[in-house]
């Protein structure tokens, strides 16, 4: 078994940027990407994260046009670049933002370029209670390392109902921007749920396509930001139903999801609510990825990773670091996690130098 300097475990922008900064440090960082597996894709778990999920990005700054499409084009394997919607490398065009999937292949192909190694594999199991630390991949394979960046992000948090498991895919979706352009959606009335920021940011790309669009929120207030509360607001097609909660989603068979039978949060005597719509969208926040640490970790609430020092990447376990919304609950933004990432990774060259 080979005894690794800094595994990171995860593959979004903070473990991208943690390899990269770990790279250029000269740790030669594993990185274990995650892999690409059913199980994954259902719970929302695939290697690169939620950023691979985005369209356009227009708030990482030093992108204002997706120009580097052509590059990625060059650099790129051909199975990695058929993966990318082909607007997504958007030449010179000044119109178009960088694309969340090119986005985080720039940043893994950057950790690549300064000699970061990859594996496509999910950690399974970890023992940080040993020096070396354990991770197990497999049941035949556990990687020791010295030190472990754990970069692996959220996914998405679900309302729970039988019938939101029995219409996934079919009308149910938790990525507006994924599934929005579905010719089931075209048109037709949709439900966005959630009163947050991303529920109005798929409210808002879900305008582009669909009819309707009824944002259901279990208050009369948003918990979004302003600024898109505004534009839902000024947005003719989108229609808020305050004080509502999902009670079930209606559909069949063969129609997949047809309606939603409302409460009311205020009464919930009250006799239940029917709105029609082709479609839910969860937007409910996010769920962070821990369940693989099975307690090896201190957790604050909500399952995020605790960081015991204030403004510095240390976990509960020492030689243990954190990086991204595994341990953001109020953030979530890709800048603040690759940010995170160079921070983990300079916590750790300093841990390795001071364990020597
Ligand atoms: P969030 O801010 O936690 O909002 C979740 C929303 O869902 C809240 O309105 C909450 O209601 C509601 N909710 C939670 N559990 C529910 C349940 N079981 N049933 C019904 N409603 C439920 O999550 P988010 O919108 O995903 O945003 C997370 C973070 O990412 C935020 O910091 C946000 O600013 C950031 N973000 C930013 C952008 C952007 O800048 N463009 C885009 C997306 C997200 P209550 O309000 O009653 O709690």
New binding site residues.
């Given amino acids: 078994m080979e005894l690794e300097n800094l595994v990171v475990v995860g593959s979004g922008p903070a473990g991208w940027s943690a390899a990269l900064y770990a790279a250029r440090a000269a740790l030669n960082p594993l990185v274990i990407e995650g892999a690409l597996t059913p199980e994954n894709q259902k719970r929302g778990t695939l290697p690169m994260g939620q950023l691979a999920t985005t369209t356009e990005v227009e708030?990482y700054p030093g992108f204002p046009v997706g120009a580097l499409g052509g590059y990625l084009a060059s650099a790129l394997d051909e199975d990695r670049l058929a993966a990318l919607p082909p607007e997504a490398l958007g030449g010179n065009d000044e119109k178009i933002s960088v694309f969340g999937g090119v986005l985080v292949e720039l940043m893994r192909q950057q950790a690549l370029n300064f000699g970061a190694r990859v594996l496509d594999e999910d950690v399974l199991g970890v023992n940080f209670d040993k020096r070396p630390f354990e991770l197990r991949i497999s049941n035949e394979t556990t990687i020791q390392a010295k030190a472990s960046i754990i970069a692996t992000g959220a996914s998405v948090?679900w309302?729970?109902l039988p019938s939101e498991e029995r219409f996934k895919n079919r009308g149910v979706s938790a990525c507006a921007v994924c599934d929005g352009a579905s010719p089931r959606f075209a048109n037709r009335p949709v439900v966005v749920?959630?009163?947050?920021?991303?529920?109005l940011?798929d409210a808002e790309y879900l305008a582009k396509f669909a009819s309707r669009i009824f944002v259901v929120?279990?208050?009369d207030?948003?918990?979004?930001?302003k600024i898109?509360a505004e534009r839902a607001a000024e947005n003719p097609k989108i229609e808020f139903l305050w004080n509502r909660?999902?009670r079930e989603i209606l559909g069949n068979d063969e129609d997949g999801v047809t309606g939603v039978l409302l409460n009311d949060a205020l009464s919930p005597e009250a006799p239940p609510f029917k709105v029609e719509t082709s479609g839910v969208f969860v937007?409910?926040?996010?769920r962070p990825n821990v369940e693989f640490l099975d307690g090896a970790l201190e957790l604050v609430e909500g399952g995020f990773i605790k960081r015991p020092v204030p403004f510095r990447t240390n976990t509960s376990r020492p030689g243990v670091f954190v990086a991204g919304d595994v341990a953001d609950d109020?953030?979530?933004?890709a800048i603040v996690a690759a940010a995170s990432g160079a921070c983990a990774a300079l916590d750790a060259e300093r841990f390795l130098v001071e364990e020597q």
């Fill in positions: 708030n948090r309302l729970g749920v959630g009163g947050g920021d991303s529920a940011e929120h279990r208050r207030q948003l918990r979004a930001s898109l909660t999902v937007a409910i926040g996010r109020r953030y979530r933004q």
